[in-house]
């Protein structure tokens, strides 16, 4: 039996529907239909949760709940809110016709993630609309989809994090019925789908939770308001709440990972934390349905315990994202060393990164003032997110730019190359493929007037440590969300065709080549050289290793490497004319066990393939 999803209105057949809510603090709660006819009905109280099964309050019933007699306010759990965060809840049919029955899901290790969000990746800004370039995303080379916050949110556009309906499916989307379409169609195709899901805070605009019960605390504050109640008083039922959303998501949507933003963002000094208590529940939900489902967190705190084993004092979380990697890569590329990138710049901080995922396990951080982080050496390499660009790294820029704005286009197949070259799993921000040229600002459609206001005041607030100097756009004008809609023209033309191109090889070369696929960071040596802005890696497994040379310099760089005895071929020269380069002296093969003069293009990497010799 799989743990009971109860919250909220969930239809029982024949037009029966079963209404729960907690509402601790309430004495009295109703039902109040609109739809299909105008009728209030109480619900029991057991314990704080008001329930009733009700007749004739079949799928598209729409309700209120009435608390003491006085305020209507939608349902907490609400499935669906066709008229946005104010309007009256709708209950939905759980049927629907799944063809996924042979699915079970995907390893960690075989995830190569492409993030997109819903309403700018395609002209229609739906779910539907994504539907049409899934084969194109197979055929490139990705394998797991995921999707920023679709829970619903105010107005038609926003990045999603101010959602306020966990449970409900965004309405201008196409809601849960176009969400269970695209999963359905991804399955098909064998891609998993990742949903970002936000258990640090709720959006202010809509937010009626309070009403309900005790499920913010006055003792923690996030960069984004209250903080969720998971260690105060009746907090069990408020993680009961978040947790019933996280297997709603896998159950009913057959979701296969979910992204956890900002965990370090949910204060939590309790012995047993919602996050270790949230795993466990997912996972046996996982085990039931034999299926494989995963939790990534964002984290900026570089801690360890939230991927480690239970049993040995961790979280149980199966993967992170690694910002670090990306600050040190962006660096490089860029020159830019303001804000967090003060702590990064060096080729060495790469070298570290690709070795062992946290730049910061311990050591000194100069931006924060203090050492930063635990080792992550223990941590495999299938376990790591690793990117060159993601929503929170172009949005959150002033102007929102994208890294083809920043470096030229020999940087942008440097930076693909040392991404998915290297043995953790790679993340694609949508059109980074073909080096899209929209930029990502930050966006909302807020119904409040002094809330908009509050948030342009923020976002310049926010922008301060890195001294951009200009007016960020503005979040609450349509024209900036319609900047960031992806221009797919861009394909067809160069440098952006040859750039695809790329992507797609070096997809195919890490899916085929049997060190590449491996993901075993253990199995590598690193050399980062300083002066020259060279990083070398060598990698082997099971009888084949290869040497990739990464080069940052903006001139051509002389270089001596010796490879191990044996015949070498080379794979890949991102300076070769077949990949948009001015020309290479890479000869095709090569000899190791002698050292070899080479003479590197600017921003460019080689990648070079042989046969490992036994010692």
Known sequence: MRPEITLGAIAAGEGRCRFRVWAPGVKKVEVHFSFPRDLVVPLQDEN??????????????????????????PDPASRFQPQGVHGP????????????????????RDYVIYELHVGA???????????AYLDELKDLGVTALELMPVAQFPGGRNWGYDGVYPFAVQDSYGGPEGLKSLVNECHKRELAVVLDVVYNHLGPEGNYLRDFGPYFTDRY?????QAINFDGPENREVRRFFIENAL???????????????????????????????AKAVHEQAERFNRRVHLIAESDLN???????????????DGQWSDDFHHCLHTLLTGETTGYYKDFGRVEDLRRAMGEGFVYGGRYSAYRRRPHGNSSREIPAARLVVFSQNHDQVGNRL????????????????AAGIVILSPYIPLLFMGEEYGEEAPFPYFISHGDPELAEAVRGGRRKEFSSFRWTQEPPDPQDEETFRSARLDRSLREKEPNRTLYRLYRELLALRKSHPVLSRMNKDRQELHALEEKKVMVQRRWDEGEEFVAVYHFGDSPQKFSLTLPPGAWVKLLDSADPKWGGAGTEIPPDLHGGEEKPLRLSPR????????????
Do not use: M
């Open 399 to 414: 102007l929102g730019e994208r890294l083809g704005r920043l470096t030229s286009f020999e940087g942008l197949k440097l």
């Open 221 to 225: 504050n996030t960069p984004w308001g």
């Open 48 to 73: 704080g949760y008001h329930q009733a099964v009700l007749e004739g309050a079949g799928p598209g019933s729409l309700y209120f709940y009435r608390l003491d007699g006085e305020k209507e306010r």
């Open 303 to 317: 801690d360890i315990r939230l991927l480690r084993a239970p049993e040995r004092g961790g979280y149980g979380l």
């Open 604 to 615: 460019s990497f080689i990648l070079l393939a042989g046969k490992r010799r036994c010692p």
């Open 89 to 108: 809840s709708q209950v939905v049919s759980p049927f629907f016709p799944w063809e996924d029955k042979g699915w079970f899901g995907l390893p960690l």
């Open 121 to 131: 990746f395609s002209p229609e800004g739906t779910f539907i609309g994504t539907v």
């Open 248 to 278: 709603n998501w896998i159950t009913e949507f057959h979701i296969d990972a979910l992204r956890l933003d900002a965990v370090h963002a949910i204060p939590d000094f309790s012995a047993e934390p919602f996050l270790k208590e949230l």
